[in-house]
Structures are given as C-alpha cells and as structure tokens.
C-alpha cells in the first residue's frame, strides 16, 4: 500500500505497561497512527501507577498493507474487546483517545462505561460538501492522491521529521522517492469508513453513561479537528465534559509542541481525580464552563 516501508520500528507496536495500583488506562491512536503517538501520555500515566495498554488498531502500524481491507467496525469491535478486558481485570478503567482514535472511544464507551475518558481533539466530521457525499462518491472516485493536496515541503524540517517517523529508510532527498510520496493515492472507501468513526461518535454521544467522566482537551489552532466541531461535539453529551481549548494545533500530544503541558497537566489532573473519587460519587469534575 505504501510506496515505501513504514511503521516497522519497535515505537509503533502495541504496548502494555503493568502498573502499581488497581487502575488501567487504555489508548487509542488516530488515523494514520500507531501506538507511537500515545507513548508519551502512556509514560505520564504509567509513572503514577495506572496499568497502561497502547492499542493497535486493526490495519495500522505493521498491518498497513490491510488497511484498505478494514472497517469502521472492525477498528470499534477492537477497541471494545480491549476496554472489555481492562473493565473485567481493573477496578477503575480509564480510555484515551486522540483524534480518530477518540470518535472510537467515545462510541465504545457508549456501550461499555469505563470510569473516565480523556478526548484530545476528538474528530467527528470535516466541513466539506464533499465529505457528506463520501458515501456516493466511493463509487465513482476510487482514489485520491492525498499527498498532492498536502503540498508537501520536502524540505522543512518538520514535514521531514514527520515523513520519517512513518518512513524511517526514506531516502527524501531522491527525486523518485519524494515522487512516490507524491503520487501515493488513498481511496476514497477508507475516507469512508473514518466519516462513519465520526458519525459513530456524534450517535453515541447522548447516550453517555452519566457515571462517566469525561475530560475534553483541544488545541484552539487545530486545522484538522477544528475546535467549533469540538465544542459542538461536547454539547451533545448528556451531562456535559469538562472542556479545555488551549494554545495548540492537532499535535498537542507530542512533548516539545504547543499544548503539551496543559495536556498532560489535565489529563494528570483527571487520571489523579478519578482514583480517589470512584465512580459512583457526585460529578464535581465536570464543573461549568
């Protein structure tokens, strides 16, 4: 599927990390990512004791080459089975998820209530006619040249380090490497099944479990979660998520970008909240906005 090796470094397989007290965290990744990506906040969490379990999606990481092959329901049964088992095995479960990998979380946890979640730019849906047509037009566009969109610069060091994250033998300064990234075409089913992620979140959403906690955090200058879809998601939990926008883009769970501190700090703080007020005690954690 990939023009050139990816994912195949130790960072990107699943993980788990046992703990010292009765609690466990699981995290779920977005879209294109890996377990990678939750190491940091996993660390965080590890280091006060939880249990922390880092999920592979299905067709992610080393199973990219199935990716085409994969479902949004198979990506929600996975999330399911794992946050089932932690549920059956901890006294007090707390699921993570970034971007895509929230929309799941949300959905999941609809039908099996852990005792807390913790969203960072939970995705829902992209503001686009197109994206409402994706369902009809899957049929007609097979694929589409994602990179090309992107305007990759191949030279910023940024962009380098990201590409290389996936791509660790890229050689990105080969002019047919660079155009095999450029040409890389994603089909347009598999935009499908991530609307459907969203869809999924936003159904489930009303029906949260009132016993759930819920922590919201989003960096005010995302362009891929856009934080007024963030809002609009929160308000269509039953009992309302405590909310925090901070100074950030989509990456705020990486250490070092804007909004890395404020993430862990509310993420800490909630995780610490959670194992001293129990499940069932009065929500004093979803204060007003």
Sequence with gaps: ??????????EHEPFLWRGTHGGAA??????????AEMRPIASVLHAEGWTVR???????GGEIDTL???RCEDWLDAVSSALAELRREHKTVLLVGHSMGG???????????PDGLILSAPFCKVEHVLWKMLPVLRHFIPAVPIFRYLKL?????????GILKFMPDADLDDPQVRQAIQDFRLPINLFNEIRRAGVSAVQAAPHFSPATRVLVVQGDADDLVRPHLTRQLRQQFAS???????PGKHDLIVPGRDGWLHYERASLDFARLLLTSGRNDERTINAAD
């Excluded at 599927?1 to 130790?10: L, N």
């Design 68 to 70: 085409l092959s994969r």
């Design 54 to 60: 880092g999920l592979l999606l299905p067709g992610f």
């Design 153 to 161: 610069n191949f030279d910023d060091p940024e962009t380098r380090a």
């Design 1 to 10: 599927m990939f023009p050139i090796t990816a994912f195949q470094s130790p």
């Design 103 to 113: 929309a799941l979380a949300i959905a999941a946890a609809a039908d099996l209530p």
């Design 26 to 35: 699981l995290l779920v990744h977005g879209f294109p990512g890996t377990p």
């Design 240 to 246: 309302l998520p405590t909310y925090h926008e901070v």
